[in-house]
Each structure stands twice: as C-alpha cells, then as structure tokens.
C-alpha cells in the first residue's frame, strides 16, 4: 500500500502526462476541429481500461473511451496487446461515437506486464461515410463509413502501411484525415511514454497500486457528496426535433432519476423505439453523458476518474435511440448533447436549488464544405455556436458560452473561418431577449452569419429548434434555437438540422438559444433589469412585458412609479 504523498504524486504526474498528450495532439493535428476547438477526449487509463487521468476537450469522449478499450479487451484479449503496439477502434456500438471520433489507444507495459492504456478520440474529417462532411439522414450502419474494430495502426511499433493505405483510398480528404490519426498516434505514444517514466521511477506495482488509490478516492469524494443529495424519484422527457429521415416525427427521450443513499439510477426506460435516422446513441454515449451530469452534480472541482461513476447506474431498453444496437444507424449524435438536460429536468423537481435550468440546449454546429476558389483544393471547417446557460438559484445563466456537453471547448475564430474557407463573417455577436427572464436571467443566445463568396454545402447541426429550453420555480423559457437562409429575401427559409446547396452570395444565419430563467421575473430587481437593458441582452419593450420594469432606452434610468404600475397590474 502506497503513501499519500507518493500517490498524490503520482496523480500529478500522471495529469501532467495527459496535458502534454493534449498539447501534441494540437501541435500536430491538421485539422482546426482538433486544435482550435479542442474536440478531442484524452486520459490515462488503468489495465483494466478505467480513466486515472484526463485532459478536458468533449466531456463525453474520456469516459466513453474507457467503454471502447473494455469492449476492445473483450475482442482482443490483453494477451494480444504488446508493447508498442496503437490501435483505432470506431465500431460505434464499441467505440461510444460515431465513425467519425474513432478511439486511437496504446497499451502501456512496465514491470513485465500491461499497467494501463493511453487514450485519444478526435473528429476526423472522413472516412468514406456516404455524404461529405456529415450525414444526417442515414438508415442502417454500412452508410457511416468504414469500420475498425480494433485494429493495429501500429504493431510493436511498426506502422501498418496497409491499414493507411486503405484509409487513404477511402477518404474525400486523405491528408487531412492521415495527419490526424498520426496526431492521435503521436499523443498516445507521448502518454505511453510518460507513464512508463512514473513506472520506472517509483516501480511499477507502487505505479498500479497508485492508479487503484486514486480510483478509490474518487469514488469516496462522489459517495460522500451523494448523501448530501435530495433522495427520490423523479422523470422528465423532452423531445430531438426529427430523426433526420421521419423529419415530422419528434423523438422523445424519458429519463427516471432515482437518488438513494447508495447510488444514483438513471433510467431511460420510454425513451423512443423504432427511430430510423442516425440519432441513435450508443451505449457507451448513453452511460458518457449520464456520468457529466453525475459528476457536475457530485465532484465537479476534481479531475476525472472512473471511481467517481461507481455510485451511478445507468438502464438501457437495447433496441431504443439510447441504446442503439446493429445495424441501427448513429451517426449525428446529437441526442447525446440534448439528452444530459432532459436528466436536469427530472432532478429539477427534486433539487431546484442545485440544477440550473436548461440552457439553448444544443451546440448549434455549422459545417461548411466545396472547393475554395483561392486554392482549388476541396475544404472542410466546422464550429460550434455559443447558447445561453439557464438561470439557476445562485445567479443568472451565462451568456454566450459552450453547451455543457462540451465544457472544455471552444469555438472557431472568425478569422480563422475566413481564412481557411470562403465563408465572410457578416456579424457576429449576442442576441437579446432570447434569456428566458426570471429572478435569475437566463443567459443569452448568439447570432452568425455567414455569407458564401463561392458554391458551398453548409451543414447545420440544430436538433433543439421546437421544444423551447425550460425554466424553474416560474421562469420563463428561452428563445429557441434557429438556422434562417437568405433572411429577409422572397427566399427565407428558418429551418433547423439540415443539408443545404449555397450558391455564390447566399446567407447563412446561425442563431442559437437562450437559457430559462429561475424564479418569478417580477421578483427580480428593477436595476438588475435596467443593467440588462444598458448591455443589450434585454429590450426596454421586454423589460416592461416580461419584467414589468419601465426602462428609459436612452439614458435607463427606472421610471419608479410606472414599474410600481407595470406590476401591480400583472
């Protein structure tokens, strides 16, 4: 058994380790997804393919590669995994994504034996799925895109230049998708390496002994918080817009949140069945997603291991969109992003005070794609779009910022966007009124748009533009979510996830949605309101309709006895 203090280092090191993983993946990535968003999940893992050591992108993707190197154990054996040997796995039903996030992972051997793995899932570009870009409208799995179950991209630390050869001539953009699964090979050898170091210095059974420590550490700081949760049982279900394919079909998602002393249980029992387009979820997504609510509620001040899951289970109806099985389709995962604020929903019944309310709730992603004129080369960029966050019992939601799903993310630069594409940024910036008002303001959404100075395709990832984010405790919803093409013109079209032909001067607009607001609006005070108004997310015709406060748009001062009117005669 370890001392403390040789463990907590350890744990630092092994941190440290997953940083620098980071840090190479986004030097060498050739792909602005990777290094300006960070879409990438990168961690440390113990034998037994349990995360000991993160680095922060998409929450989601560290704790599904710790399903994806299990499932792979299962395939392979441990007996299969020699020293520096790296594979990819994307199997969706395995890998917990897409075939666009394959899992990249090295084992890691010390002391004679396999101590743990190194880890790192990025969004490639394409693998030979059946649109460019995306694919929103798939029926079956053989439409995704290649297959690796778990194969050698290296094998003992010689690189398979048949697997490289067969992506190549499988891919729309073969450079660009090499260089970046080279770039996750280069990251997991970096945290290989670095763990091997620990290993060797302090002896590879404290090593394994360490990793274990801190696994049960993490799971006593989430049992302690537990029992300071509410305990009941409570449901909620909200709705993805389609499924890309029954396009008037709205997909429900019901969760049942139990808290009892000695767990929580998440159940997705009447979730909907027989969902025919790609927005079913795996259930390494599923349990991924489940545990970002779980530790933002339980441990959300440390870093991530696997023993802060150990109290959570998670139920699965296979066959449903949470649980998808082949060859159901599940490529645009966005039930997974709209999925963790239909669990804050139910628990919002039971602990108001601890949840917020829902935010815009979706991460709003615009894809655009064609062939530059600058260049004559085929281009690809993609970001995500900020969403207000929901009013909660400590304060006002924040404005402008990524979905929660995506809490280590960022957006992609305007000057960047331009840059590499024919895309010109018109404006950019917040859109008022679109906060759900309350006691607590819920933040608000943005605005971009874009204008095509040549023949594109823009894909908009928008799955959360009909249900309006809810509130608490008497807040009103936030506005909607919304793509708008050609506003204001006899050819205007709002519409949400879709595929769309640009021609050249065409306009785009991506405007995403507000927060709910907390508590009654009329409750909040007048100068709060009137602040609001001065920095732009609230009208002085919304502050009076929906706050009751008369606001002076010029100078906003509070007119006191017409405020005094507005809410005595609510």
């Given amino acids: 058994m370890n001392d403390s203090i040789t463990t907590e280092i350890i744990r630092h090191g092994l941190l440290a380790s997953a940083e620098e993983m980071a840090r190479n993946l986004c030097r060498t990535a050739y792909n602005t997804v990777v290094y300006e968003i960070h879409d990438y999940g990168i961690g440390i893992h113990d034998a037994s393919g349990d995360v000991v050591a993160d680095a922060p992108g998409i929450a989601i993707f560290t704790r599904g590669n710790d399903h994806g190197i299990k499932e792979a154990v299962k395939f392979l054996g441990v007996e299969a995994m020699r020293p ?17 996030d394959p899992l990249v992972f090295a084992p890691v051997h010390a002391g004679g034996r396999l101590i743990g793995f190194a880890s790192c899932r990025i969004h490639v570009l394409d693998l030979k799925q059946k649109d460019p870009g995306y694919v929103l409208d798939s029926t079956d799995m053989h439409q995704e895109g290649l297959f690796f179950p778990a194969i050698r991209l290296y094998r003992e630390g010689v690189q398979d230049d048949d697997v490289f050869n067969l992506i190549r001539f499988n891919s729309r953009l073969p450079e660009r998708t090499i260089g970046d699964l080279q770039a996750q090979v280069s990251a997991c050898v970096t945290g290989v390496r670095r763990t091997q170091e620990i290993a060797a210095k302090y002896g590879a059974d404290t090593l394994v002994a360490a990793m274990d420590a801190i696994n049960d550490h993490g799971e006593r700081l989430a049992r302690l918080a537990l029992a300071k949760l509410p305990k009941g049982t409570w449901s909620a279900e909200d709705f993805v817009d389609s499924d890309g394919v029954d396009l008037d079909r709205m997909i429900k998602l019901r969760a049942t949140v139990t808290v009892t002393d000695a767990e929580m249980v998440i159940d997705w029992s009447g979730s909907e069945h027989g969902v025919r387009g790609p927005i079913n979820l795996p259930l390494g997504q599923t349990e991924a997603l489940c545990s970002l609510v779980f530790k933002a509620l339980t441990t959300p001040d440390s870093s991530v291991v696997a023993g802060n899951f150990r109290p959570l289970r998670v139920v699965t109806e296979p066959g449903s969109v949470m649980h998808a099985v082949p060859p159901m389709p599940t490529f645009t995962l966005w039930t997974g992003l709209l999925a963790g604020e239909v669990v804050l929903k139910a628990l919002s019944q039971g602990m108001p005070d601890r949840v917020p309310a829902c935010s815009g709730g979706d991460v709003c992603s615009m894809m655009g794609l064609g062939v530059n004129p600058r260049t004559g080369e085929s281009w690809l960029e993609a970001t995500n779009e900020a969403v207000g966050f929901g009013g909660h019992a400590g304060g006002d939601g924040a404005d402008g910022i990524m979905h929660l799903s995506e809490p280590g993310c960022r957006n992609n630069p305007v000057e960047v966007l331009e840059t590499k594409s024919p895309m ?12 759900g008002a309350g006691r607590h303001r819920g933040g608000v959404g943005v605005s971009r748009v874009y204008r095509f100075t040549a023949p594109s395709t823009g894909i908009c990832l928008v799955y959360k533009t009909k249900t309006k984010p809810w509130a608490i405790g008497g807040g009103r919803p936030g506005e909607n979510n919304r793509i708008v093409l050609n506003p204001g013109t006899g050819h205007e079209v709002v519409q949400g996830g879709s595929y769309n032909h640009l021609d050249t001067g065409e306009v785009l607009v991506n405007d995403t949605g507000g927060g709910g607001g907390y508590g009654d609006p009329f409750s909040r005070e007048p ?29 906003f001062a509070v007119d006191s006895k017409e405020t005094e009117r507005l809410r005595s005669a609510a």
Avoid: C, K
């Fill in 84 to 100: 520096g040997d790296v594979f990819v796995l994307n199997y969706p039903y395995w890998s917990s994504a897409h075939t666009l």
């Fill in 424 to 435: 010109f940024i018109e404006s950019y910036g917040y859109r008022p009124d679109t906060g």
């Fill in 527 to 555: 100068e709060r309101v009137a602040r609001d108004v001065r920095n732009g997310f609230v009208s002085a015709e919304a502050a009076a309709r929906e706050y009751g406060v008369a606001v002076d748009p010029v100078t």
